[in-house]
């Protein structure tokens, strides 16, 4: 009907990513109903199969399963269609455990040394690291829950169109552990510009820093903290966007699923946004993607 169509991936196989279906805190039915808002059709796929070619965005959030080579291709085609893609992946390792969740997971993404992530840095100049952002004030006891695991990022100064009002008024945008990427302005056929940074953090690099067990009573099997030569230090990007010149392609890629959750940078105090800065990020966001002309978005 000349709507533009937003395909979620969700399901419990291959990948157990984060959903539509789910309105509670962890869910993504917020961020669809933007989507809607901006007269877009929303429907939800597995990616057991090729994502519909007709498709003009497809999100996929949180995969706590391993991004496997089928899954890799099935996304890189769409893209190299000229689709446009959303992808949010938290630290590998993340323990998963919140209000809602009875007994804990762990995120088993292996996207860092994937195929998916090989192709995000050659085509799109966007290299995504196996690490976890952290404040000097996170400690063992504060990684045991999801949602005490918050730090803030700022909009970076490369001006673009989602960050703009971001950096005109001074608003920072929440996170809830992130990994970082680092982020090449120029590409063979294409542009990456970085989204939000922060520089009072280190990303740590041991991939034991989350407890592994189903309950609260088991600790950390190491400590966070700064390894100078091991970690990283300074300047970190947590989300970027690339354009592919040669398809047209526009790609989002945030080191942070939280940013697109319900109860997290979406959650709302009656009509209010808790988190204004993040509201206003995640409704440009939907817009750069559904390549509204500037000025029709909100």
């Not at 407890?211 to 400590?223: F, I, N, S, V, Y």
């Not at 970690?231 to 010149?245: E, H, P, Q, S, V």
Request: aromatic share 8%; proline share 7%.
């Amino acid at each position: 009907d000349g709507r533009p169509l937003v395909v979620f991936i969700q399901g419990r196989r291959p990948l157990d990513s984060a959903s539509i279906s789910n309105v509670g805190p962890e869910g993504l039915s917020k961020l669809a109903d933007i989507f809607r808002s901006m007269d877009a059709e929303v429907v939800y796929r597995n990616i057991n199969e090729p994502l519909p070619a007709e498709a003009d965005v497809v999100v996929l959030a949180r995969p706590m399963r391993a991004v496997g080579a089928v899954e890799s291709a099935y996304l890189w085609n769409y893209v190299e269609s000229g689709g446009n893609l959303l992808v949010a992946f938290d630290p590998e390792g993340t323990y998963i455990l919140s209000p809602t969740v009875e007994r804990g997971a762990g995120i088993r993404s292996r996207i860092g040394r994937g195929a998916l992530a090989t192709l995000f840095d050659a085509d799109c100049g966007v290299r995504m690291y196996d690490t976890f952002v952290a404040e000097q004030a996170v400690s063992t006891a504060s990684l045991l829950r999801v949602d005490t695991m918050f730090s803030i990022g700022h909009p970076d100064d490369v001006a673009n169109p989602l960050t703009e009002p971001l950096r005109e008024y001074g608003l920072p945008l929440w996170v809830w552990g992130a990994r970082h990427m680092r982020v090449e302005p120029f590409v063979i056929g294409g542009q990456a510009l970085p989204l939000i940074y922060t520089d009072t953090a280190f990303a740590e690099s041991s991939p034991d820093i989350f407890p592994t067990g189903r309950t609260t009573a088991d600790g950390a099997t190491a400590a966070v903290e700064m390894n100078l030569g091991e970690d990283f230090t300074g300047r970190l990007n947590m989300g970027a966007l690339a354009i592919d010149n040669r398809t047209g392609a526009r790609v989002a890629i945030l080191g942070d699923s939280e940013m697109l959750q319900n109860g997290f940078c979406l959650v709302s105090s009656g009509p209010t946004p808790r988190y204004p800065g993040n509201r206003i990020f995640a409704e440009r966001l939907a817009a750069w993607l559904l390549e509204l002309p500037e000025g029709e978005g909100p």
